[in-house]
């Protein structure tokens, strides 16, 4: 990696290009032209030709995604000259590198990329590593700062999250120890091995601003891809050697005398206390399988397994299969096994929102290849036009108009819009079958759950003549199998539980008691509740990582959200330490008023209707897992600890 640019996957060379004209031409017909566009004016120097009148629309995206941000033909056909002209530079000129860019230009290729959005460009510039004030790496060491004073981190977890806190705490030197209580890194992608898994969200929105790999092979990642990445990551980073496996957090208690976390970790040689100054929760959310109460479970002769805990010992093929739910897990693991199952049984309690996604399982294209390896930064500026066209997202769609008449099956006009399209689809892959249209269309908005990506595979899967749909409730499982309510005994060796998990069970299993003994659950009362989603009033340097409200699903990115909670955490740090103070601890004001402001957005959207249930609700009844702005709100949010909302000691 180059000193300068913080990114572990930096490139200083790309490949010269050495095609005809010709093949350049090729390249522009297939090629997304506005990252291109930025990647050779980056790249040449020349930015004369991204005038305001070539700006992509960025026309709001209801199901499909426009091809180029939804330039015009008129816009495309004069973005392909330019872009061909801005090739055939780069060949004849030989250039191979583009290096950190002046401010103005990094200005105007986001004027560029985002027409004209200034509001964004900060949270954009922690994604861009071509950018000299890119945020996100510390610009202070903890030598330079603690004079001495010893202070120890403990992160627990080592998946997405935790990787995240691990890389930024080792740039900034503070002293840390990681723990996990699996026996490898990766967290939920090392855990979920099913059938099928993999990424339902674009690959390119789904990486590290710090590690921006550019050459995956699938558009939507295959899961052993990201593991593998995060394995990389982690090397890369120097974390994988300094983590503890096999170590469960158990407790953690604040010892005010102390100023400090007395934690008790457990091994399988038993526990171990010590402490530490400040912990940072990387625990993920999605992470304790939901294991309905059925009854009569402990009857059945057959194999059940959470599809989180897949055993690949099972002989699934050939038999009598059952999947229960019908979620992202499910979506990925039917139509894997469908083909080699004897029978497949599907319990239905709601059917899913699918959008469309036509690459769903597509390689990344040829001419993407060919750009990534030989345009100075293509790969990074692509990752960046995705991260653009999610600042908005679809949240125009899911957003709830007042007095809307077609309650509770949609929330406006333009959700409407997008439930009659999503139903058209399911009407012609459901032709010939009105039996299974009829379950097919889900009966409350879209995005009130969270909506799967569609590319047939789940209706071709259904439509198989082994495969039954059943939507009756189950009302107990057998010795043989699982009986539903209409009475039905349904005969099965294997059931798979797609039944999803417990998010808003936060730190479920571990107790984190703060100051006067209060214990966090005991003040969270089956509603969790943190300050940016990260700190909590009376747990002091306690912070957490994907914590209560900061879930995108219908925009932004999670690795943004879990940067930033990270490098917030790393900046109350620096807060401490230039301070001379021992702790912060966040005001109840402070987290009064986050609520307050996340609850009114969220009973804005389709999610939030009080006709609506789902996972993204705590036991409460309150939205507690969902961030309901964008990301550059998150940014401005997370840019500084506030010294009004903490008290210091
Ligand atoms: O879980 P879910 P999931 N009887 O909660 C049903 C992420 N993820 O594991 O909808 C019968 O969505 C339940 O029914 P209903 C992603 O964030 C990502 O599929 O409540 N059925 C539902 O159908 C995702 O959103 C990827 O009526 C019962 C299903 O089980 C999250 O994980 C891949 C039941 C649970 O669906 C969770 O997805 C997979 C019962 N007692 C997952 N209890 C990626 O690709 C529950 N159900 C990145």
Do not use: C
Not at 101 to 113: G, I, S
Not at 329 to 343: K, M, N, R, T
Not at 540 to 553: A, D, T
Request: glycine share 8%; charged share 25%; aromatic share 10%.
């Amino acid at each position: 990696m180059s000193e300068r640019h913080d990114d572990l996957f930096w490139r200083d060379r790309h490949e010269p290009i050495t095609e005809s004209d010709a093949f350049l031409r090729e390249i522009v017909e297939q090629a997304e032209l506005p990252p291109l566009l930025v990647a050779l004016a980056a790249a040449t120097g020349e930015t004369a030709g991204l005038t305001p009148e070539l700006r992509p629309p960025l026309t709001p995206v209801n199901t499909v995604g426009h091809p180029h941000g939804g330039m015009t033909a008129e816009q495309q056909a004069s973005a392909r000259e330019l872009a061909y002209e801005g090739l055939r530079r780069l060949r004849d000129q030989q250039i191979t590198t583009v290096d950190t860019l002046p401010d103005d230009t990094v200005t105007e290729l986001l004027d560029y990329l985002t027409d004209g959005r200034r509001a964004w460009a900060d949270s954009l510039k922690h994604e861009l590593d071509l950018a000299a004030d890119k945020g996100g790496a510390p610009d202070w060491h903890f030598a330079e700062l603690a004079g001495g004073r010893p202070f120890d981190v403990l992160i627990v977890g080592s998946g997405v999250a935790g990787i995240a806190a691990g890389h930024r705490f080792s740039q900034a030197g503070v002293p840390f120890t990681m723990i996990d209580a699996a026996d490898g890194l990766a967290g939920t992608w090392r855990k979920n091995r099913y059938p099928g898994v993999r990424l339902d969200t674009p690959t390119f929105g789904y990486s590290y601003s710090f590690a921006q790999r550019t050459d995956w092979p699938h558009q939507f990642a295959q899961g052993g891809e990201i593991e593998d990445y995060l394995l990389t990551v982690a090397e890369r980073a120097g974390l994988s050697d300094r983590i503890e496996f096999g170590t469960r957090l158990v407790s953690a208690t604040w010892q005010e005398d102390a100023d400090a976390w007395e934690v008790v970790t457990r091994t399988a040689d038993g526990d171990r206390t010590r402490l530490f100054h400040a912990v940072i929760s990387a625990v993920g959310q999605l992470d304790l399988p939901n294991i309905p109460d059925f009854e009569g479970l402990e009857h059945f002769r057959g194999v059940t397994m959470h599809s989180q805990e897949w055993d690949p010992s099972v002989d699934w093929r050939g038999k009598r299969v059952a999947v229960i739910g019908t979620g992202a897990s499910a979506y990925q693991i039917v139509p894997a096994i469908y083909a080699d199952v004897a029978s497949l049984t599907v319990f239905q309690r709601s059917a899913p929102w699918m959008l469309p996604a036509p690459t769903y399982h597509a390689p990344m294209s040829e001419t993407f290849d060919w750009l990534a390896r030989k345009v100075p930064h293509f790969g990074q500026w692509f990752r960046l036009w995705v991260t653009v066209q999610g600042i908005p997202g679809r949240f125009h769609t899911v957003r709830a108009e007042e007095g809307w008449s077609g309650a509770p099956l949609s929330v406006s006009p333009i959700n409407q819009a997008v439930r009659d399209e999503l139903i058209g689809r399911l009407a012609e892959q459901f032709e010939g079958r009105p039996d299974l249209l009829e379950i097919a269309i889900p009966s409350y908005p879209p995005g009130a759950k969270r909506m799967l990506r569609d590319n047939g595979v789940w209706a071709q899967a259904l439509r198989a003549p082994h495969t039954t749909v059943v939507t009756s409730g189950i009302e107990a499982f057998t010795e043989h199998g699982i009986r539903t309510a209409d009475g039905v005994e349904h005969e099965l060796d294997v059931v798979i539980l797609a039944t999803g998990f417990k998010p808003s069970d936060y730190l479920d299993a571990i107790d984190v008691v703060g100051r006067d003994g209060v214990e966090l659950h005991e003040f969270w009362k089956g509603d969790a509740r943190a300050y940016n989603g990260i700190t909590v009033p009376g747990f002091p340097n306690f912070f957490m990582q994907y914590g209560p409200n900061v879930g995108g699903v219908v925009a932004g990115s999670l690795h943004f959200m879990l940067e930033r909670a990270a490098e917030y955490a790393l900046e109350a740090v620096r807060e401490l330490l230039t301070r001379g103070v021992a702790s912060l601890d966040v005001t109840p004001e402070a987290l009064d008023r986050f609520v307050e402001w996340v609850d009114r957005e969220n009973q804005q959207m389709a999610w939030g209707q009080p006709y609506v249930s789902s996972w993204y609700q705590n036991g409460a009844g309150r939205v507690s897992q969902v961030w309901p702005y964008t990301n550059a709100e998150y940014w401005e949010i997370t840019e500084r600890i506030d010294p009004q909302d903490y008290t210091f000691r």
